[in-house]
């Protein structure tokens, strides 16, 4: 079987275990379904998820002109106390930064190579996590707007990390955190000006993850380096496939790619 298209984070499902689908625009593909499946990866071309055209993927996606000009590749989107839309301050395009910036966000607690605090808006519950290879995730706070939740991170990351250890995540060393005592924990960390965006709902969300078999050591598929692969798929976790091999490919790592798969 034939698939090919422009390469953008998968679609997920929260299921038990985690459905993935690759949107490639034309195809649609189950990712899960390919368990099992000897799959040869190609690197055709780019197609930037801005302009679209063949040039060479910067950052995120986007070629080096899309990603210093559109809101959707702005510095906030990284760092989230640097938003001012609250501020009625323009970044890039005021009018998306509002629509983006000014609705709940969450900030929470998550384990996915170790205890990590982390932002997103409160519409990617739990997409965010999934997508991030969490273990557990529990939601610290909700706040008006995305430079409030940034401002809590902040403070937080003084304190936890705020970054996945991939292959960690990837080799699953998950390690066994009662996240409901760190939350009580970092409460006393919230800056006096968010402390009111606390929630005291204590759910914890769990993820079960389609892998059959995790790798030893990870070796990274960098399609720039190395065009084409060929491998049998024996998981999927966070936005990563993993191979036979112990080879490990990041799909949004490859997002603007254009990449066409030969599955048999």
């Known amino acids: ?11 997920t499902e929260n299921l038990d275990p985690i459905h993935y689908y690759l949107n490639l625009k ?73 629509k983006f910036e000014l609705q709940p966000h ?35 706070a909700k706040t008006d707007n995305r430079y409030q939740a940034g401002m809590i991170e902040v403070a937080l990351k003084e304190h936890v990390a705020d970054k996945t250890n991939y292959q960690r995540m990837l080799k699953n ?22 402390v009111g965006f606390y929630q005291s709902d204590n759910s914890i969300y769990t993820f079960n993850y389609p892998v059959l078999q995790y790798p030893k050591k990870v070796n990274s598929l960098n399609l720039k380096k190395q065009r084409e692969y060929e491998g049998t798929l024996v998981g999927i976790k966070g936005q990563y496939w993993i191979f036979e091999d112990d080879t490990v490919w990041n799909v949004r790592g490859h997002e603007g790619f254009y990449i066409i798969f030969d599955i048999y």
């Not at 079987?1 to 679609?11: A, S, V």
């Not at 989107?77 to 009018?95: C, F, V």
């Not at 607690?109 to 997409?127: C, M």
Request: with cysteine.
């Open 173 to 194: 060393e998950i390690p066994d955190v009662d996240l409901i005592q760190q939350k009580d924990l970092f409460k006393i960390y919230i800056p006096k000006e968010e």
């Open 106 to 140: 969450i900030t929470y607690l998550a384990v996915s190579s170790e205890l990590k605090v982390g932002v997103t808006r409160e519409t990617q519950v739990p997409t965010r996590w999934i997508d991030q290879g969490a273990s557990s995730a529990i939601v610290l």
């Open 1 to 11: 079987m034939i698939f090919e298209g422009q390469i953008r984070k998968m679609i």
């Open 26 to 98: 034309n195809d649609f593909l189950d990712v899960n379904a390919q368990l099992g499946k000897k799959i040869k990866i190609y690197y055709d071309h780019n197609e930037c998820l801005g302009c679209g055209l063949d040039k060479e993927i910067f950052r995120m996606g986007y070629c080096k002109s899309c990603f210093f000009t559109l809101p959707q590749a702005n510095e906030s989107i990284i760092r989230p106390e640097l938003s001012t839309a609250h501020l009625g301050i323009e970044q890039r395009d005021l009018e998306w930064e509002k």
